[in-house]
């Protein structure tokens, strides 16, 4: 197990100037890109232990000092990888050395998915999802932290994309979510920016052996995509940086386009709107019936049915959600 | 040279129902998607030979006969191959062969490129669209109609992304473009059905060894890029036609919301829009200057300069266009 140094920077003065820049970098993007002012603020943070999770709980440490603010680390040991344990006592050193809270909780997530048949990678998220949530209440805090960097935003991109997510999902995850209180404060940063912080601060990090494993489609992705993306454009990262902005744009104008939507849409509002708002309004009503949706076929099955005024035309949505063509408009419902 | 066959269909009642219900769904898209009935239309076609444009030709051929359209094949010889003029004499043996006027020039592109140090492909590009400009002139035709097929709109939407082209330019080409009057009827179907199509009716086509060539740009990213979606996801070419349609679909929503943009946008208009529609009230004032700009972080700038009422504040843009905040909004000009 690499030592952990025996100390560690807790407030912006401890770093060098170009590193205490960095930081402030950060959190000038959380502020203005995601409308959030981390001085003062009670974080918790996902913390696996890789460079990612590492660089973010060091540069949150040195933010949130200013203004009283706390932050508590939180870890899943997934008891995937013979390493795990360790891996669990080196996140608890570095915490201990930062001075930082840490929760680690252990799941058994090989069995897990084998009982419910959902794969490995889907019960990891959902067991780690469940801790933040804990942490988030036992702790009080604002928000919990995530690591993604600019090269898993590229990932996400290149993902959604292979995947046909239309816009604006297509730009990639939200910096903010706040039905979940997540915050992305490195979504903007490139990995190497990471690396080269904690190399400065003589940190190492935790080395996952299954981010190598081609099984995974996002180690495929990451492996084979990102780098014939970034043959075509040396700066491919920045252009991911750009159009995430401008589906954070978009996000952000639909939802105001749409944020008065109910169950039901009368025709009096479709018929003055545009297709374009017309597909997103019926997107949110369902998204008010519970999880995300994307823009697809059956949306457009939908609107088809509506322009051609086929009252009483059902549409099945998934999650049990349905839309009805009414004679006064479109109306949506959910079983539960 | 391969044969040209003895005859060629020349109506949909020549084509086997299969082909013939093959051609009506072109016909629907154009109609439907596009906007354009074909049936009686005056139509030039630019006919390389090639598999995409070989297709086209044979299809409009039988869709525009109805209704007494006509259709012309316009070919640019670029001299670029060995077997470049043995390309042009069989394109003009199938045209005769099919019963369509074709108009061949000559363009020696090497030395064309040479001497205004354009790259070749852009020279050949821009040779190509002159020659369509002309056909269109003296045959009177309502649009030039393009080869490009779903293959190549896949490929065109990779491009694009890695260059950093924003919503919704990133969904890819037009369908339709009324400035230079250009029609892709085949833009969402698979050049696999193209290659059926051609099979069927035993009809050979000219390959271009050039699309081989790896230095090219667009020809690694269909080696390379597309077969590693088509790993992710077989259906990836769906969702590039339905991240078409969802660009289309928001292209023509943002033309209404700045249908009335002038030179001079009132700071009452742009007090009253989000920021997504004031980026594009930007971009449409520009682009009514000439020739199309993405979402660049210049118009990012200018909208930070209007937001802080930097009255004064000027900023330049491609094609020696200019903006100005000024104390009653922003004003853009250009310099011709």
């Given at each position: 197990?690499?030592?952990?140094?025996?100390?560690?920077?807790?407030?912006?003065?401890?770093?060098?100037?170009?590193?205490?820049?960095?930081c402030l970098g950060i959190e000038r993007f959380v502020a203005e890109e995601l409308g959030v002012e981390l001085a003062?603020k009670?974080l918790?943070?996902?913390?696996?232990?890789?460079?990612?999770?590492?660089?973010l709980?060091?540069s949150l440490?040195?933010l949130t000092?200013?203004?009283?603010g706390?932050?508590?680390?939180?870890?899943?040991?997934?008891?995937?990888?013979?390493?795990?344990?360790?891996?669990?006592?080196?996140?608890?050193?570095?915490?201990?050395?930062?001075?930082?809270?840490?929760?680690?909780?252990?799941?058994?997530?090989?069995?897990?998915?084998?009982?419910?048949?959902?794969?490995?990678?889907?019960?990891?998220?959902?067991?780690?999802?469940?801790?933040?949530?804990?942490?988030?209440?036992?702790?009080?805090?604002d928000f919990?932290a995530?690591?993604?960097?600019?090269?898993?935003?590229?990932?996400?991109?290149?993902?959604?994309?292979?995947?046909?997510?239309?816009?604006?999902?297509?730009?990639?995850?939200?910096g903010r979510?706040?039905?979940?209180?997540l915050l992305r404060p490195l979504l903007l940063t490139?990995?190497?920016?990471?690396?080269?912080?904690?190399?400065?601060?003589?940190?190492?990090?935790?080395?996952?052996?299954?981010?190598?494993?081609?099984?995974?489609?996002?180690?495929?992705?990451?492996?084979?995509?990102?780098?014939?993306?970034?043959?075509?454009?040396?700066?491919?990262?920045?252009?991911?940086?750009?159009?995430?902005?401008?589906?954070?744009?978009?996000?952000?104008?639909?939802?105001?386009?749409?944020?008065?939507?109910?169950?039901?849409?009368?025709?009096?509002?479709?018929?003055?709107?545009?297709?374009?708002?017309?597909?997103?309004?019926?997107?949110?009503?369902?998204?008010?019936?519970?999880?995300?949706?994307?823009?697809?076929?059956?949306?457009?099955?939908?609107?088809?049915?509506?322009?051609?005024?086929?009252?009483?035309?059902?549409?099945?949505?998934?999650?049990?959600?349905?839309?009805?063509?009414?004679?006064?408009?479109?109306?949506?419902?959910?079983?539960?």
């Amino acid at each position: 197990m690499p030592d952990v140094p025996s100390s560690l920077p807790r407030s912006l003065q401890d770093l060098p100037p170009r590193w205490a820049h960095f930081c402030l970098g950060i959190e000038r993007f959380v502020a203005e890109e995601l409308g959030v002012e981390l001085a003062g603020k009670r974080l918790a943070v996902g913390f696996s232990g890789g460079i990612d999770s590492t660089a973010l709980l060091l540069s949150l440490r040195c933010l949130t000092a200013r203004g009283g603010g706390r932050i508590v680390a939180a870890h899943l040991n997934h008891r995937l990888r013979p390493e795990a344990d360790e891996d669990a006592r080196w996140v608890a050193a570095l915490c201990a050395t930062l001075g930082v809270p840490c929760v680690i909780r252990e799941a058994d997530v090989a069995t897990l998915a084998e009982d419910s048949g959902a794969g490995i990678e889907e019960t990891g998220r959902q067991a780690r999802y469940a801790l933040y949530a804990d942490v988030l209440t036992d702790h009080g805090a604002d928000f919990v932290a995530l690591g993604h960097h600019l090269d898993d935003l590229a990932e996400d991109v290149l993902m959604r994309l292979a995947r046909g997510t239309a816009w604006p999902g297509l730009a990639g995850m939200s910096g903010r979510d706040d039905t979940r209180r997540l915050l992305r404060p490195l979504l903007l940063t490139p990995k190497a920016e990471l690396a080269a912080f904690l190399a400065e601060l003589g940190v190492p990090w935790r080395e996952d052996a299954s981010n190598e494993d081609q099984r995974w489609s996002r180690n495929r992705v990451r492996a084979s995509l990102v780098p014939l993306f970034l043959r075509e454009n040396p700066s491919f990262l920045d252009s991911v940086a750009r159009l995430w902005r401008v589906g954070e744009m978009d996000r952000d104008y639909w939802g105001v386009q749409t944020a008065s939507v109910g169950e039901r849409i009368p025709n009096a509002v479709l018929s003055k709107a545009h297709r374009a708002l017309r597909l997103r309004l019926y997107k949110a009503a369902l998204d008010r019936l519970g999880s995300a949706q994307v823009l697809s076929d059956t949306l457009w099955g939908l609107d088809r049915a509506w322009q051609a005024h086929r009252v009483g035309a059902v549409f099945q949505f998934p999650g049990e959600k349905t839309a009805v063509v009414t004679s006064h408009g479109v109306v949506f419902s959910a079983k539960h």
